[in-house]
């Protein structure tokens, strides 16, 4: 089993949608989430982390987390054209200091 | 203004050689990290240190051996490169891993290592 999965995708929407990405991971001592976004040739940048189970909203995006069921989403209103990149869902146990991401989302918003 | 610096850009060189990625982060972040992203744009964590000292090794062939010689550069040298070391290498750092809010990593440009 993966420790943190998520859909290769490609997942494609229309600009103004609603992206929906989802990960779920495996050790249910992790303690910090993470959404970062990458865009192809560059580095990982930080969209959102979230510690606590519910919603966090941020503008456009809002984290969700739910412990029990090991299941991190992101919610991407008012999708853009400039959203299409691959978005990893990262995971860091007690300590912090190993983080595992998981393979990435690819997300395209047509417009 | 660059929080988190790598050299080289991009590395192109022969099986068997030895070769050095540079990293240096200005954040005053105590912890570093290098990982590598792979075709399949994997990213996987290779090495975490903290305040020089390593602390996560993730089971890396010692042909790679990273070298903090202050808590603002992680280096990372690979000896006798093979094809499969191919990849693109990041180096990451945070402020303070064991603190909900301070854990974010912020990550460097990449290095593009090519071994023919």
């Known amino acids: 089993q993966k420790e943190v999965e998520q859909n290769s995708g490609p997942l494609s929407v229309p600009e103004g949608a609603i992206a929906s990405l989802n990960c779920t991971y495996s050790?249910?001592?992790?303690?910090?989430f993470f959404w970062y976004r990458q865009y192809s040739g560059k580095s990982p940048e930080l969209i959102m982390f979230?510690?606590?189970?519910g919603d966090k909203e941020d503008g456009r995006f809002t984290a969700q987390l739910n412990k029990a069921s090991q299941y991190v989403s992101l919610l991407i209103r008012d999708s853009q054209p400039s959203d299409s990149a691959t978005y990893l869902c990262?995971?860091?146990?007690?300590?912090?200091?190993?983080?595992?991401f998981g393979a990435g989302t690819r997300l395209f918003v047509k417009a | 203004d660059t929080a988190v610096s790598q050299t080289p850009k991009y590395l192109v060189t022969q099986m068997g050689n030895d070769k050095s990625i540079k990293c240096e982060q200005n954040?005053?972040?105590?912890?570093m990290y290098w990982y590598k992203q792979d075709s399949k744009k994997f990213l996987k964590i290779m090495f975490s240190?903290?305040?020089?000292?390593?602390?996560i090794n993730e089971t890396v062939p010692n042909r790679f051996s990273p070298k903090s010689p202050d808590k603002a550069h992680l280096n990372l040298h690979i000896n006798s490169l093979e094809l499969g070391d191919s990849a693109v290498y990041f180096c990451?750092?945070?402020?303070?891993?064991?603190?909900?809010?301070?854990?974010?990593?912020?990550f460097g440009p990449g290095t593009r290592l090519t071994v023919l």
């Open positions: 990451a750092s945070s402020q303070d891993p064991l603190a909900g809010g301070r854990d974010t990593q912020y």
């Open positions: 050790d249910r001592g992790s303690q910090s």
């Open positions: 979230i510690y606590s189970n």
């Open positions: 990262a995971v860091s146990n007690t300590g912090g200091f190993k983080t595992i």
């Open positions: 954040l005053g972040h105590d912890t």
């Open positions: 240190y903290n305040n020089k000292e390593l602390i």
